[in-house]
Structures are given as structure tokens and as C-alpha cells.
């Protein structure tokens, strides 16, 4: 079923208004715009603090040079209200389409009221609660059986004697022909009253004053049968409009080529162009009928529909099942494609490998690619109607000796172990190209088509192989599946894209809990709550009660990722010197939990304790708990002075992005070798970039010590106090212990940089090599160098760029209700824990000590190194203040007293 994408506005409430009806006070209501649709609520009468909760649905459509994205709010004031007649302005908002959320993410947020001019006097606020929604669009119904039975006998008695139409009869017959027709349509016209129907009595008094000559016609004329439905009475227009004049009419009064809806649902036309689109729209009524305008809003646009003028009307067109497509908020952004001019190019020829057809085997065959001095083979064929392989190689020739010959063979592998020629036999046919006249292809050419090429030689007769040879380079569309030479084919080396799920910070109240003890003796009762999400477990402080209602007002903090699964469970434990004794448990779903962007206070609710050991529904009384998403706070997954990011949570509160910020990674320059393979030093390095919840990783380039990536990636800049994250690591890769490649070992960290995006020019490219420093148990020691070009694009005006450095780093929550230092540092272990959990389950997975290293979370370790360095920094600082203290005593004490200072 196809859906429909909505926008809901739901208006609750607004605060602290500005009187204006006189008498101070106000009657407000609102009026929103969005993709040129306009409704209103309700007007509160004389009340500066009104309360709607009204709910608003537009529909959502693509994006439009007409209509714009900005959802537009104002506030006025009800002139019907109050000695005023002026509708005063109250206030405006004016938000983007990019920071509504889906439902489910929705929360209150209150917006300040904005001027409508220079010179006007606004105040309040009004809350608003904002989310898309997915609509089904219901199926048109399937006529029924009996209905067209109905109709075919009703043309046959036509076809056989064609009445005469008569005015009475032709108004049931138009009713009856626009109800099928009104049950077919998609689109619910949303318009309360037209002008039709204002109009309506005028349209029936012109239809009764019929002519003398019509009227004896109509009388003389035999009654229709039943069956038949009755035709459409068509009145002849007067002499003095020009017009069109009305087609021949086919049996039973209808028109040959009559693409209104009404006669389209009856009968189907009886002349069609190939597109099944009328060419010769006709009218249902000729009269000089008022024209009637009904407004109807389907999709983004309003639809106008013209009805009774003499003009010909618009081509009906069949709805198009693509037609209740509407575009995702996500996709109206712009997709940002690098265009590698940051990073070097390296050419590569690409073969690939379709199928093949005739060949004389009856197994998987496989096919071997051979240039300079790269060999390789393709995974065994598929067997359907053809041998297929769907494969891409990627072979460098930046080498000086690469060669200009392809080899490609095809080879089976069944049964080579027999004798001399049955291994001769395995091969099935080859080819061979030259470099030389192999095409090149650049990124914006469509890619190139693979063609059939006869096999020669070897056991196959006319045997063909589908293949595509062409050189281009990394930006190629084929080079990230592609197998490469310089990863040596290993599945796990290809360049990634990470996304870092969406954390939230859940606030949970722990308050008070209530009839725990109903058949216990009054005695003091020490009462703690234990609360655990996944691995956090927190606890509160310990209650002493004496009737059974222990309290303790106290919060507990957690960090929860998107899509919240999880339950969040409450334990009851009563303290007790031989260890704590369950009293009850609460369980509670994530997806239940309501969600804030303020520090506004959210409702308490009760909830009954269960029994963990028994099964049965069991009261042991209850305990009063207030839980809530803090999406006002970013939660820190780095150091507050080395964060990438500093956005809260809630997609509502983020402002546009400043700018963009491109990163090429060219290569590194003199790794250390990190692994010894079969007596010889290697390093399989990869690059890891980080900035906000995007992460990057190159390819694995295998046994290299000046590895040549190449690669360039691209960030959406929100705020230029923000650093970038580069770090280099060796892979590891699966080692085989007794045949077994479970055992693994850790990628080795090789070092890391760091850049600062206010440190950078806008629209220069800054091209430099940073050397790799690695703190080992030996000292530090410099593992190499990396070579990367950054460039920074300023993408909004001078002065909104420059008041983006007069905000806070962070929001505003972080200011309203602080976190402390210590608890701020246990949320964020939290918080790089999930980051590392979520990322280690894709393919190829970024691992878990990658992700700690790039995250710092070992920074506040123990460590003999820093308590050394620390102690010789106090050293120096007061080694001076001991020299001034022994020059003094020196000076007191000396013999020349007061002539040693000279």
C-alpha cells in the first residue's frame, strides 16, 4: 500500500502574550503556512496564557521554486473580541523543514516569538510539538460485479433503442455517473464549502426554463427503461458565446470523447492515443454556467479545479502509482560528492568479469587475470543459465613497470591431480588485451558496457566470456568493491563510512515508594534503589523508613542510543547485614519514556512492584518515579577540549551548518614496521578520521612501509570551534593457531593528529605532513609521517559566521542544569562504550581499541609517566621561589649586611 508523508503541528499552548484588545488582555489565535497551505486554530478569548491543543496536518511534498521549506507561524489577535477591530499581530516563528523529526522523536518545545517589523512590540512564547508521519493511502475500491452486469446490459438495450434524455432525468443520471467516479478518487478534496454550492439554485432555475419546442420533444418521447441509466441532458449554449460545439454523442447520450472523471468511472472512452490521454476534452453542461472554482490540496501543491465555462478544460491524466512518492526530509539535502581535488590521482585498469557462456564443464570454472606481476583469480562461477561471476579487479599502473598486456584466461578446477593432460585439459580458453588501446574512463561517464569476446585455445569450442576492461582512477564508481592489488584482495580492507549512533542522556527521579512493609513490624528499615540500562547500573543513597515509605529525591543519568529496545529496570533492595534482599522490581520500556529539550518539569508517575521469583501479578506496593530523555545536552563521547561536535541531541534545537570541510589522505611517508612476516618487517596500514558522528576509514594498504591512499571525504561544519580526529593503525588481520582464525589480535595504534577548523582559512587548501608521535612503555618514539590536505568552505554570511563564535560552545541545558566533572566523565566512558559496541558490529568492523584510541577514553588512566612529569612541573615552578627564599637568607646572614644587595 502506498503511504503519504505528513507534517503535524501540534499547537499547544503560548505564554506571557502581549495585550492588545484594550482592555489588557488578548484573544489569540494562531495561523501556520506551510507548502502553501494556511490553517488556523481556534481563538482563545481574553486569556494571555492560552491553551489550544489543537493538532494541524499538511501534507508534504517535494521541493518547489514556488513553495518554499519554512514552516511559518503567526500569532494574531480576534478584532471580534474587544472594542479593537484591528487583527493585531502578536508574534511570528519561522522554522526549517530540516529540524522536524519523525514521530517518536517529538517533544515540546516552547519557541520565542519573533518581530513581524523593525519597529513592532512582541513578547512570549509559544510551545508547539512538530514531527512527520507516514499516512497509508487506502487502495481505490473494486467496482462491483453486479454494477458492471448492470451497465453492459444497460449499453446493449441502448445499442438496440436509444431514448430520448428528458431534464428530469438527467439529474439522477449525472448523480449517478459522478458517485463511481467520486469513489475512485485518491485525493479527499479538503475544502468545507464552495462556491458550487452557493450557485446552485441559480444553475436549477436556469435548467427548468426550458424552450416551448424542447419541452414537446420531451414529452413526446418514450420513458427509459430500467436497466438503462438514464443520459445526460445536454443544454444548447445561447447564440451569443462562441464556443466549441459538442461532439457526436455515442449510444445512450454519452460522449465519444468525454474525459471527465464522471463518464471515464462509467464507461470507458471509445478512441485512445497510445498514452491513454484524450486529446479532445468536452464539457458535461454547455450552458452559461458560473464558473466554479474548488481548491483542493493533494500533495504539496493545490490542485485548482475549473468546472462550467466555455473553455476547454485541463487533460485528465491517469494518477501514476509513483505519484503518493514523497520525498524524505533527509533527501532534500543535497548529497555531497567529492570531486578529488585534494589528494593525487592514481590510475588503475579495471577488468570486469560478467559470465560466460558454452563452456565445456560441467563444474564451477574460475577466471585468472594476470598484468606485470599481479595474478589473480575470481571466486568460482554461478551456475544459471550462464557461467556467472559479476566480479571487478582493480590493478595499479602508477608502477614503472607495469606492463601492456591483460591476460585473461578462463580455467576449470575439477580433477588436476590425474595425469599431465587432464590438467592441460582444465584450461577452457583465453584472451588477451593491450593496455595501450584499452579506453579511458572519467567518474561522470556512464560506465562502460560489457561486450562478448570468443575464448582461444584450450579445450573450449566457441565459448564466449562477457567482460569490460577500462582505465580510471579512484574516483571511478567501480573502485570501492572493487578487488585492488594493493590490498591484496582482503575483504576487510575496503574504505568504510561509519555512522555513530544517536545517544541521548536518560534522566531518571527517583522519588519515593510506598506500602513495601503493609505485614512487617514498625522498625527501622534501611531501603535502597538500584536502576540498570544495559551495563549501567547506578544506585541511590540508602533510606531509613519506619512505616514504609522510605524517599529519595535523587537523579540518576544514563546514556541511551537509538532505536531504544532496551528496558530500564528498577530494583527494590532492603539493606541488611547478611546482604540486600529483593522487595520488588519495576520494568520499563525505553520507547515509553516521554522526551524534553528543557529543563521543564515532567509528570510523576506510580508504578506497581513485581516479584521476581514468582510469576503471579502480586501487589508489594509501589514506587513513584519521573523519567525523561534530556534532549537538551550533547553527550560527550571526547574531551570537552578536543570534541568534533558540540550539538545536543534534539534535531530541533540544531542550527544550519556554517560551512564544509573537505579532508584529503594522501599517504604516510617511513612507517615502522609492526609485524614480522615470514623473517621481513611489515605494516598493513588503514586511516581512521573522525568529526561529529561521522567516521571514515580508508582502505587496508597490505605489506607497505609508504602507503598511498588517496581518498578524500567530506563534513558538514556546524560549528568552527570544533577538531578533527586522524589517526593511523596497523591491521592485525586473522591469524591461524592450529588451523583455527578465531584467534585474534588488536590493530596496533601507529598515532594520531589533530586539527583545528578555527585555525584554518576559509576556500584554502592547506597541504602538509604531520608527524605520527606514540607514546610507548619506552618513551615516545615517532612511528612516521602522514601527508593530508584539509580546505575549509565558508558557507554562510560574514556576520551570522562571526556570531556563530559569540554562542557558548554548549547548549544551553549544560548552563541551566550543569553536570559535575566526575559524573560528565563516567557518562562519557558510557557513551564510548555503545559508540564502540555499534561500530564493532558492522562490515568490515571498526574495532573496539580503534575506537578508544580515537576517543581518548584511556586519557584519564593512571600512569607513572604523567606523575613523574607532573612532579618535575612542580619542581620548576618552585625551584624559583627557593632560589629568591636562599638569596635572602644569604643576604641576612653574610657579613657585609646591608652592602651585599649592592
Same mark, same amino acid.
Given at each position: 500500500m502506498a503511504t503519504k508523508q505528513k507534517l503535524i503541528v501540534e499547537v499547544v499552548d503560548a505564554r506571557n502574550l502581549l495585550p492588545k484588545d484594550g482592555h489588557g488582555s488578548s484573544s489569540p489565535y494562531v495561523v501556520i503556512d506551510f507548502y502553501g497551505q494556511r490553517k488556523r486554530t481556534k481563538s482563545a478569548i481574553r486569556d494571555l496564557n492560552p491553551t489550544w491543543n489543537e493538532t494541524l496536518e499538511f501534507n508534504v511534498g517535494k521541493p518547489s521554486n514556488v513553495f518554499g521549506d519554512m514552516l511559518e507561524l503567526d500569532v494574531y489577535h480576534d478584532k471580534n473580541y474587544g472594542p479593537t477591530r484591528r487583527i493585531n499581530h502578536l508574534g511570528r516563528i519561522r522554522l526549517s523543514s530540516s529540524q522536524f523529526v519523525r514521530k517518536g522523536e517529538e517533544a515540546l518545545i516552547y519557541y520565542p516569538l519573533e518581530k513581524k517589523y523593525l519597529f513592532s512590540w512582541t513578547q512570549g512564547e509559544i510551545g508547539l510539538r512538530i514531527y512527520y508521519q507516514d499516512e497509508v493511502t487506502p487502495p481505490p475500491p473494486p467496482q462491483p460485479a453486479a454494477a458492471q452486469e448492470e451497465e453492459a446490459k444497460a449499453d446493449t438495450n441502448q445499442e438496440s433503442s436509444p431514448p430520448q434524455p428528458t431534464a428530469e432525468a438527467a439529474a439522477p443520471a449525472e448523480s449517478e455517473a459522478i458517485q463511481p467516479a467520486e469513489a475512485h478518487k485518491s485525493v479527499v478534496e479538503t475544502g468545507a464549502t464552495t462556491e458550487s454550492n452557493k450557485e446552485q439554485p441559480a444553475e436549477e432555475a436556469k435548467s427548468n426554463e426550458e424552450p416551448p419546442a424542447q419541452a414537446e420533444a420531451a414529452a413526446a418521447a418514450p420513458p427509459p427503461s430500467d436497466n438503462a441509466p438514464a443520459p445526460i441532458q445536454v443544454d444548447k449554449p445561447p447564440e451569443s458565446d462562441v464556443g466549441p460545439s459538442p461532439p457526436p454523442q455515442g449510444p445512450g447520450g454519452q460522449n465519444k470523447e468525454d474525459p471527465s472523471p464522471s463518464s471515464a468511472a462509467v464507461n470507458e472512452p471509445a478512441q485512445e492515443d497510445d498514452d491513454g490521454i484524450v486529446l479532445e476534452p468536452t464539457f458535461r453542461k454547455w450552458g452559461p454556467a458560473p464558473p466554479e472554482i474548488v481548491a483542493a490540496s493533494t500533495g504539496s501543491f493545490p490542485e485548482i479545479k475549473v468546472s462550467g465555462i466555455n473553455a476547454p478544460q485541463p487533460i485528465v491524466r491517469p494518477v501514476a502509482p509513483t505519484s503518493n512518492y514523497t520525498l524524505e526530509p533527509q533527501e532534500s539535502i543535497s548529497i555531497e560528492r567529492s570531486a578529488f581535488d585534494l589528494v593525487e590521482k592514481m590510475h588503475y585498469l579495471f577488468v570486469r568479469v560478467v559470465k560466460a557462456r558454452y563452456l565445456p564443464t560441467s563444474g564451477n570454472p574460475v577466471v585468472r587475470i594476470e598484468v606485470s606481476n599481479s595474478r589473480v583469480q575470481s571466486k568460482p562461477a554461478r551456475k544459471t543459465l550462464c557461467f556467472e561471476w559479476d566480479q571487478t579487479f582493480a590493478f595499479g599502473r602508477d608502477a614503472p613497470d607495469s606492463s601492456s598486456i591483460v591476460e585473461i584466461s578462463v580455467w576449470d578446477p575439477h580433477d588436476p591431480k590425474s595425469s599431465e593432460m587432464a590438467?592441460?585439459?582444465?584450461?577452457?580458453?583465453?584472451?588477451?588485451?593491450?593496455? =595501450?588501446?584499452?579506453?579511458?574512463?572519467?567518474?561522470?561517464?556512464?560506465? &562502460?558496457? #560489457?561486450?562478448?569476446?570468443? @575464448?582461444?585455445?584450450?579445450?573450449?569450442?566457441?565459448?564466449?566470456?562477457?567482460?569490460?576492461?577500462?582505465?580510471?582512477?579512484?574516483?571511478?564508481?567501480?573502485?570501492?568493491?572493487?578487488?585492488?592489488?594493493? =590490498?591484496?584482495?582482503?575483504?576487510?580492507?575496503?574504505?568504510?563510512?561509519? &555512522?555513530? #549512533?544517536?545517544?541521548?542522556? @536518560?534522566?531518571?527521579?527517583?522519588l519515593e515508594a510506598q506500602d513495601i512493609f503493609p505485614l512487617m513490624p514498625l522498625k527501622e528499615t534501611a531501603v535502597q534503589v538500584k536502576a540498570q540500562l544495559g551495563f549501567q547500573v547506578q544506585k541511590t543513597k540508602t533510606s531509613v523508613s519506619r512505616n514504609g515509605t522510605p524517599s529519595w529525591n535523587e537523579d540518576l543519568l544514563f546514556v541511551a542510543a537509538e532505536p531504544c529496545s532496551d528496558q530500564l529496570i528498577f530494583t527494590l533492595e532492603n539493606r541488611q547485614p547478611k546482604g540486600p534482599v529483593t522487595i520488588g522490581m519495576v520494568r520499563i520500556a525505553l520507547s515509553a519514556i516521554e522526551r524534553r529539550v528543557d529543563d521543564r518539569k515532567v509528570a510523576s508517575r506510580w508504578f506497581s512492584l513485581e516479584d521476581p521469583r514468582s510469576e503471579k501479578a502480586g501487589y508489594r506496593g509501589r514506587v513513584q518515579l519521573r523519567l525523561c530523555f534530556d534532549g537538551g545536552y550533547h553527550v560527550m563521547d571526547e574531551a570537552a577540549h578536543m570534541s568534533s561536535d558540540y550539538r545536543p541531541t534534539a534535531r530541533q534545537l540544531w542550527k544550519q551548518p556554517v560551512g564544509i570541510f573537505e579532508l584529503g589522505i594522501i599517504g604516510c611517508k617511513n612507517l615502522s614496521p609492526m609485524k614480522t612476516v615470514d623473517g621481513k618487517g611489515c605494516t598493513d596500514a588503514y586511516c581512521v578520521a573522525k568529526y561529529g558522528p561521522k567516521w571514515v576509514r580508508t582502505r587496508t594498504v597490505c605489506d607497505s612501509l609508504d602507503p598511498k591512499w588517496n581518498e578524500q571525504y567530506t563534513w558538514k561544519v556546524y560549528d568552527p570551534c570544533t577538531v578533527l580526529t586522524i589517526g593511523v593503525f596497523d591491521s592485525s588481520g586473522v591469524y591461524e593457531i592450529d588451523g583455527d582464525k578465531t584467534a585474534t589480535r588488536p590493530d596496533f595504534r601507529m598515532g594520531k593528529v589533530r586539527v583545528r577548523l578555527s585555525t584554518l582559512e576559509t576556500g584554502k587548501v592547506y597541504r602538509n605532513r604531520y608527524p605520527l608521535i606514540l607514546l610507548t612503555n619506552n618513551g615516545v618514539k615517532k612511528m612516521g609521517e602522514i601527508e593530508v590536505a584539509v580546505k575549509f568552505v565558508r558557507a554562510t554570511p560574514t556576520l551570522d559566521f562571526l556570531h556563530v563564535y559569540t554562542q557558548p560552545l554548549l547548549p544551553l541545558m549544560h548552563h541551566l542544569k550543569p553536570l559535575g566533572v566526575v559524573q560528565q566523565e563516567l557518562l562519557r566512558n558510557s557513551a564510548v562504550k555503545i559508540i564502540a559496541t555499534h561500530l564493532s558490529r558492522s562490515e568490515p568492523s571498526l574495532r573496539r581499541e580503534v575506537v578508544s584510541y580515537m576517543l581518548d577514553v584511556d586519557t584519564h588512566a593512571f600512569s607513572m609517566r604523567k606523575i613523574r612529569a607532573n612532579w618535575i612541573r612542580i619542581i620548576n615552578v618552585i625551584a624559583s621561589v627557593i632560589d629568591i627564599v636562599r638569596w635572602i637568607d644569604d643576604t641576612r646572614v653574610s657579613v657585609k649586611g646591608a652592602i651585599a644587595p649592592l
Open positions: 590438467a592441460a585439459a582444465n584450461f577452457l580458453g583465453g584472451i588477451c588485451f593491450d593496455v =595501450t588501446e584499452i579506453p579511458l574512463r572519467d567518474p561522470p561517464d556512464s560506465p &562502460l558496457a #560489457p561486450q562478448w569476446y570468443r @575464448l582461444e585455445g584450450g579445450g573450449a569450442y566457441r565459448s564466449d566470456l562477457m567482460l569490460a576492461t577500462w582505465v580510471g582512477t579512484q574516483a571511478d564508481d567501480s573502485f570501492p568493491d572493487a578487488w585492488k592489488t594493493d =590490498t591484496a584482495g582482503n575483504i576487510n580492507s575496503r574504505a568504510k563510512v561509519y &555512522l555513530s #549512533p544517536k545517544l541521548w542522556y @536518560l534522566r531518571a527521579t527517583v
